[in-house]
């Protein structure tokens, strides 16, 4: 139920067409996993927790560090050395009280996969390497849990609305996992990917507009573009092809 306060605090949004209480309601009652509380997961979890996604469960095993800060914007200096998620929900609190969160210090893996993020509405990557990301799909595609996929790297991101059977998995169109590099980037890009992110999981949360279901959305902040590919799944994906199978 919504309360009076957030009537107030929403106000912005419930006038959009077609929102409402019904939609503010599908918010409040869904819970999003997000992996990775860093330049991605910073812009996510805040237009998440600002449009009030009722439960935020917040995966990260690092502690803030100086480097983090040029994209990192849920943590500041004085909270260096703090474990990311403790950071980030202190941040996130202070920002909107009436959500609830979950602050996991935990690396992903195979065996926690499920009891971390089976119960959730839709898995946000926020990641910044392609094994755990993989572990995520496989999950993704075991439990029919939506997964939005970004990554960023200097000026250029790219991100995805991953779903099967009706889309491709991630593991269609990345069979192969890169190793994991501390590649550039300025933080604006994290910023935009990561609100476009948060963008994805509202539209899927209260079924309004299109995502970016079978499209793979490139930006390219330098020449400042938008592109997107069309992406089809792979029949022989190791992953999700015995799926389409049935
Ligand atoms: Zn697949």
Known sequence: ???????????????????????????????????????????????????????????????VELTNLNRQVLHSERKIGMPKVDSAVETLRDLNPHIRFHAVATKI???????????ADVIIDCLDNFDTRHVLNTLSVAKSIPMVHAGVSGFQGQITFLHPPETACLACFYPQKP???????LGATAGILGALQSMEAIKH?????????????FFDGFGMNFSTITIAPNPKCRVCGKMRKK
């Open 109 to 119: 893996t195979s065996a926690n996969a499920e009891t971390l993020a089976g119960d």
């Open 179 to 185: 190793e994991k590099q501390s590649a550039p980037i």
């Open 1 to 63: 139920m919504i309360l009076n306060n957030e009537i107030q605090r929403y106000a912005r949004q419930l006038s959009l067409q077609n929102w409402g209480i019904a939609a503010q309601d599908k918010l409040k009652n869904a819970t999003a996993f997000v992996a990775g509380a860093g330049g991605l997961g910073s812009p996510a979890l805040m237009y998440l927790a600002a449009a009030g996604v009722g439960t935020l469960v917040l995966c990260d095993f690092d502690s």
């Open 205 to 217: 949360i209260t079924g309004m507009g299109d995502t970016l279901k079978n499209r793979l959305l």
